[in-house]
């Protein structure tokens, strides 16, 4: 019940937000709520399959540039496009899934990391199609979507239905397979769990979930970029889940914004310092060493800890 | 054969350590860039800043790689996979900005050493004898680390450590120190194979993790664990690879790829790979 009200005071919040604080911190959230909805879904794989996967950043990307592409290239509405993108995304997880829940964790992460690589090359090098390195710039968008405020509403709904249902799902048998896989992969096994057929669908469902990010995301910058399939990108989402913790569900949605303020403040921290050049991957792999080894369950695991303790 | 010397020593860490470094194109990258170091240090000119650089540079990734080990890797052995695999890929991270705030964003080279730099003729056709000297050094550390795994007792106790920890463990070897060890090596052939490297192209950011995409399809295809498997896989992608950039040369990685989902499912555990015991 208390949790039910402080969700509702937070949602009340976020709505309110936009008449609060400037429209610098309304581009802000409307960043860290697409950020939450990649991260959750990278969760889905990770916290409660244990499939950890490096190259989610694929699926982000390949719903970003579906997006772009059909829009500009062949002149779609943009809401067909918006529907397309996660649609296309989870199509490429499914291919790449097949391939992937077919072995074991090691390799699966390895897979992922080099399909994630295989598409960002293709991306980078299809010049004629992708804009190669300069990306894909000036994606029209509706003329609503040009106002912050309005977008980030949109944003701000679109996040809390995929929340929703991402959460349906975790809560449902399918749900509790995973966790049996994650748990006890043999067992899981004989209690009678299909294993790859179950592990292919969350691929493909948190395939899903991050193209829906990646178009999310497309309006912000009016653009996209190869950048977006990187790996580098992939390792957000993980930076995420870290820190705010792999076993609750809205963890990683809280890891999304510390990491998304961390960012912010961190490009402007090297800027005081007099660095020309952002150093920003090096925080984001010491903040992911040192949670490993004190706090291996995130923000969230502390808090559970504080409250045994009590 | 770069392939071949990282792929190793890839397979070698995670044979007897059962973790997977993504750290390790890091080490390769890292060891490039040193031994640019080295060698404008001693100066372009000079005969031998090469040959120092190509000593130096490995030697220090092995201690560097061995020092990692013992500041991290040591502590985690226990825990799940999940967190080891995050923990290579947060020095992935780290590294890679080490680089870029050392050295900077533009490419590097290092220019071949007079000696190498010429072609030799083989049955009339002109071949780089930087090639040919690569191929040699490959070969004289594969045949080394077959003696060394095979022939001497330190090799011996590496296999049994890999075979079953504790029972070495119980007939008191210092295990904790064999995997320091196996993991310097294993850094050190990385290192290598970046100081060789260093020469022949240009070194840039972000050669850290193309190689490891390589290294990895290179692994999976020739076997986790399994030397022979490393170099039988490294020819075989060296190859496809070559052949792919001629034929299509925007998607040599995607024929790679092909090559590797077909290995993968037919032989899951690669083509000189044993089946994988689940999380023994």
């Known amino acids: 019940m208390a949790r039910l009200v402080g969700l509702g005071a937070l949602v009340a919040v976020l709505i309110a937000l936009p008449a609060i604080v400037p429209a610098f911190y309304v581009q802000l959230t409307t960043e860290i709520l697409v950020m939450a909805v990649f991260s959750v879904a990278t969760n889905l794989l990770f916290g409660y399959a244990g499939m950890i996967s490096f190259g989610q950043a694929a699926y982000y990307g390949i719903g970003a540039y579906t997006l772009a592409l059909l829009v500009m290239t062949v002149g779609v509405p943009f809401a067909v496009g918006f529907v397309a993108a996660p649609l296309v995304a989870a199509l490429f997880a499914a291919i790449v899934g097949f391939f992937c829940v077919r072995l074991t964790i090691i390799y699966f992460a390895m897979l992922t990391l080099g399909f994630a690589q295989l598409l960002y090359s293709i991306v980078f090098q299809w010049v004629s199609v992708t804009g190669g390195d300069d990306g894909l710039h000036g994606v029209p968008i509706p003329d609503a979507f040009h106002q912050a405020t309005t977008y980030y509403y949109f944003t701000l709904a679109t996040t809390i239905v995929s929340l929703g249902v991402m959460w349906r799902i975790v809560q449902s048998p399918f749900g509790y397979a995973l966790r049996a896989i994650r748990d006890n992969r043999e067992r899981a096994e004989f209690n009678g769990v299909n294993l790859r057929h179950y592990q292919l669908i969350a691929f493909t469902i948190a395939g899903f979930f991050c193209g829906l ?48 303020l961390l960012e912010q403040f961190t490009s402007k921290f090297w800027y005081l310092l007099g660095l020309k050049s952002v150093y920003w991957p090096i925080v984001m792999g ?25 | 054969m770069i392939l071949f010397l990282l792929a190793s020593g890839l397979t070698l860490i995670f044979g ?14 890292i060891s490039a860039y040193l031994s640019y170091a080295v060698v404008s240090t001693l100066g372009e000119s000079s005969v031998a800043s090469f040959w120092v650089a190509l000593v130096v540079a490995p030697i220090a990734i092995g201690i560097l790689g061995g020092l990692v080990e013992l500041a991290f890797f040591r502590r985690i052995y226990a825990r799940e996979l999940e967190y080891q695999l995050l923990l290579t890929y947060g020095l992935v991270l780290i590294f890679s900005d080490v680089v870029r705030f050392i050295w900077g964003e533009d ?73 320091s060890l196996v993991f310097a090596l294993g850094c050190w052939l990385a290192g290598l194979a970046g100081g060789l490297m260093a020469p022949m192209g240009s070194i840039t950011l972000g050669m850290d993790v ?24 490294a020819l075989l992608i060296g190859e496809i690879y070559a052949f792919g950039i001629l034929i299509v040369p925007r998607f040599a990685l995607a024929a790679l790829f092909f090559v590797m989902t077909v290995v993968l499912i037919v032989r899951p555990w690669g083509l000189l790979g044993k089946p994988e015991k689940e999380r023994a």
Request: with cysteine; charged share 10%.
């Open chain 1, 213 to 260: 990010a990646g178009a999310l995301f497309v309006p912000v910058n009016k653009a996209v970029f190869p950048n977006l399939l990187f790996w580098s990108k992939s390792a957000e989402p993980l930076f995420a889940i870290l820190l705010g913790g792999i076993r609750q569900f809205l963890g990683p949605a809280v890891g999304a914004a510390i990491f998304i």
């Open chain 1, 286 to 310: 010491s903040v992911i060493v040192i949670l490993i080894f004190t706090l291996p369950r995130g923000l969230a695991g502390l808090l559970a800890r504080v409250r045994l303790a009590r």
């Open chain 2, 16 to 29: 007897a350590l059962r973790v997977l470094n993504f750290a390790h194109g890091s080490f390769y990258m």
């Open chain 2, 107 to 179: 490419y590097r080279s290092v220019s071949r050493p007079a000696i190498l730099g010429g072609r030799a003729l083989i049955a009339g056709k002109p071949v780089p004898v930087y090639i040919i000297f690569l191929i040699v050094v490959a070969g004289l550390i594969g045949a080394g680390l077959w003696l060394l795994l095979y022939r001497t007792k330190l090799g011996r106790t590496i296999r049994a450590v890999v075979y079953d920890r504790h029972m070495v463990a119980a007939l008191g070897i210092n295990v904790p120190r064999m995997y």
């Open chain 2, 210 to 233: 193309e190689i490891i995409v390589e290294c990895f399809v290179v692994v999976v295809v020739g076997g986790m664990g399994s030397i022979l498997g490393a170099l039988l896989g």
